[in-house]
């Protein structure tokens, strides 16, 4: 959904933070996109992707490594 996979909480601090953090999530995607949360996070998710591949080619397009590149986006 939006990436809380594996995200374990022990302690009722770390509960309450949890569920601040993704109804602020619920409520941030749905303010900017003013349509349902579905919606608005499938446009957020197209909108990086989207950021990532234009990165990716000025970059290339300046001349920078493949390895380069990929420690800039941490997946190396």
Partial sequence: MVGF???QVRSERAIKRFWTIVQFTYVFAMYLRKAAF???????????????????????????SLEQIKN????A
Avoid at 72 to 75: F, I, K, N, R
């Fill in 5 to 7: 996979n594996g995200y």
């Fill in 38 to 64: 579905n919606l608005a996070v499938q446009c957020i998710r197209k909108q990086k992707i989207g950021s990532i591949i234009e990165f990716v080619y000025r970059e290339t397009t300046n001349g920078t």
């Fill in 72 to 75: 800039e986006l941490q997946v």
